[in-house]
């Protein structure tokens, strides 16, 4: 295997010659940084292939990560990363949308999601005194129950029907 310095086009026989030039020549090389030995690679493309298999690697910004933490801390104070992550999870998305959908179908985040108004609250009496104070909700939001729904037809559909059927169940 022939390894190339990016710089000099220079050619090297082992991985620890290129590095040693790289070093003393003070040059770029495909070395990775997160390999405890700094591994060294042909070319760039074998260098990200590399950290995308051993290391957690965050496409949108092409940067490899020592652990899951380390990516996760990443995801919670990188801004470009704001709209497609779940903090509650610790999951990204590939895009706002995609996490949009996470919020509205998963059991995890039913009990503290506003759908109206797609914030996040910290738990599910947070979302209820939401509901409760804000204008937008008033009407669409069960006291009964404690659902929130679209809009005031449909909230009275669903209460309508749940309450015949525990009349239903009463009367067994």
Do not use: W
């Not at 710089?7 to 620890?16: A, V």
């Not at 040693?20 to 042909?42: D, I, Q, T, V, Y």
């Not at 990363?81 to 998305?93: G, P, Q, S, V």
């Not at 947070?126 to 129950?145: E, G, P, T, W």
């Amino acid at each position: 295997m022939s390894y190339k310095c990016n710089n000099c086009n220079k050619s090297f026989d082992t991985d620890q010659s290129i590095l040693a030039h790289c070093r003393s020549k003070g040059h770029s090389c495909n070395r990775c940084r997160l390999c405890p030995n700094e591994r060294m690679f042909r070319n760039k493309q074998s260098l990200d292939q590399h950290q995308r298999a051993y290391h957690e690697y965050c496409n949108n910004c092409e940067r490899a990560f020592s652990d899951d933490e380390a990516l996760n801390q990443h995801y919670r104070n990188s801004p470009a990363h704001r709209n497609t992550y779940c903090f509650h999870c610790e999951r990204l998305f590939a895009d706002n949308a995609a996490r949009e959908q996470h919020y509205r179908n998963s059991p995890v985040h039913l009990a503290t999601y506003c759908h109206h108004c797609k914030r996040h609250f910290g738990d599910g009496n947070a979302r209820k005194d939401h509901y409760q104070k804000s204008d937008a909700h008033r009407n669409s939001y069960c006291f009964v129950c404690e659902r929130a729904f679209e809009d005031r037809n449909e909230k009275a559909r669903v209460c309508c029907l749940l309450m015949k059927v525990g009349r239903l169940v009463d009367s067994l």
